[in-house]
């Protein structure tokens, strides 16, 4: 369990820009989450204090759908069954000793649901600002090595994750007590960024981050990643379960027909984080606009800037840390702000050309919100 080597890097990110950190930063007195839901839990970065690439564990964002199950490591057993050779239930011991080696890798997270307070009309659901996104060092193992162990069947097509926490959802009313469960299918799921972690950020998992076993699925929504990972179920139709059709779904067109189907990968988007919304800035001295972009199973290729609400852009620098299915930090300077109300936008494309939307689209209900959102602030 012992963290097997320090963490990428807490290198401060202002620190690599040659610019002083801003004062408020500096302060140390920022909050780190800021409470949307009491209980269950449901805690967001602050996301305008982002100040490096990896996001310590105290500022993680938590999204949880019931109690946090408080699992016993000594009872503990992970089962891997269905369209498999070699059903497993392996104890946590005989998990690691199985994984073999531990990978240890950056992966970011972020939840369909980020953003959402941003919508208008207001939605139904945690009301989230820009904090439900972070990146974590992962150690554990890929997946695709449990998967190997037990001898996937060759008529399989996907493998359903199953997490310990349950209960009743009231809306949209669930089938009575439900379990956190999703799938993958076996393609992405025997890919090197669909891991089983134990640690973060060098740490044990925390309970209310999943421990003690989690899935991390790089590229993807948060959704898939399931916490407290009880179950691996290989299925050899395709699974419908709750937290993939009447939630955590949006729908595509198929022939021009809407089709309700499950999230997947997340959605180019770039966010601000300096200055915070509704800030006041000196007007005339030069301010470092910061942020981060992401891409999901794609990278960055630019992020773009708008200091006059969208009438002129230009590309920020993109800092050189980087790594697969992860964000990338940005910045950008502006120089000589004028005094008056300013409209702040960043939007990012990725290696494949794609830009993310000005406008949001209505097919994707009330998830995958990466249209551009502006910054509004006041030059003084
Ligand atoms: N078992 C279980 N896994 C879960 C959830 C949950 O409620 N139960 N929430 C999911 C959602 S919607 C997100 S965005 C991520 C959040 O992971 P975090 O709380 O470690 O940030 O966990 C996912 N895994
Ligand atoms: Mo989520």
Not at 29 to 44: A, T
Not at 73 to 92: C, D, H, I, Q, W
Not at 94 to 118: K, M, S
Not at 192 to 197: F, G, I
Request: aromatic content about 8%; charged content about 20%.
């Amino acid at each position: 369990m012992a963290p097997t080597r320090l963490p990428l890097s807490r290198r401060s990110f202002l620190a690599t820009l040659a610019v002083a950190p801003l004062a408020s930063a500096a302060r140390g007195q920022m909050p780190r989450r800021f409470e949307r839901v009491h209980e269950p839990q449901n805690w967001e970065m602050n996301f305008s204090a982002l100040d490096s690439f990896i996001t310590p564990t105290e500022s993680f964002f938590v999204r949880n759908h019931f109690p946090v199950p408080r699992l016993d490591m000594n009872s503990y057993r992970l089962r891997v069954e269905g369209a498999v050779k070699r059903p497993l239930t392996l104890s946590f011991a005989e998990l690691q000793q199985l994984a073999g080696e531990a990978v240890t890798r950056p992966l970011t997270l972020e939840c369909a649901g980020n953003g959402r307070v941003f919508l208008t009309p207001p939605v139904r659901g945690v009301a989230w600002q820009s904090g439900a996104v972070g990146t974590a060092e992962w150690t554990g193992c890929p997946l695709s090595r449990l998967l190997d162990a037990a001898g996937v069947r060759d008529d399989a097509i996907e493998v359903v994750l199953e997490g310990a926490d349950s209960g009743v959802v009231v809306e949209p009313p669930s089938p009575g007590t439900i379990a956190f469960a999703r799938s993958l299918p076996l393609e992405k799921a025997r890919r090197p960024e669909v891991m089983l972690a134990w640690a973060m950020n060098g740490q044990p998992l925390t309970p209310r981050h999943g421990a003690p076993v989690r899935a991390v699925v790089g590229g993807w929504y948060g959704m898939a990643s399931i916490k407290w990972l009880k179950r691996i179920l290989v299925v050899t139709s395709p699974f419908h379960g709750f937290y993939q059709t009447l939630d955590y779904s949006y729908f595509r067109r198929v022939d021009g027909s809407p089709t309700l189907t499950p999230i997947t990968a997340m959605q180019v988007k770039a966010q601000i984080a300096k200055p915070a919304p509704h800030e006041t800035l000196p007007a005339g001295e030069p301010f470092t606009i910061v942020g981060a972009a992401w891409a999901g199973e794609n990278s960055i290729q630019k992020v773009e800037v708008s200091t006059d609400g969208g009438q002129t852009w230009a590309l920020a620098t993109l800092t050189d840390q980087q790594a697969p299915f992860c964000w990338r930090l940005w910045h950008y300077r502006w120089e000589a702000p004028r005094r008056g109300p300013r409209r702040l936008l960043a939007r990012a494309t990725d290696d494949q050309g794609r830009t993310q939307p000005m406008e949001r689209d209505p097919d994707r209900r009330t998830y995958m919100i990466s249209h551009v959102i502006p910054v509004e602030v006041e030059v003084r």
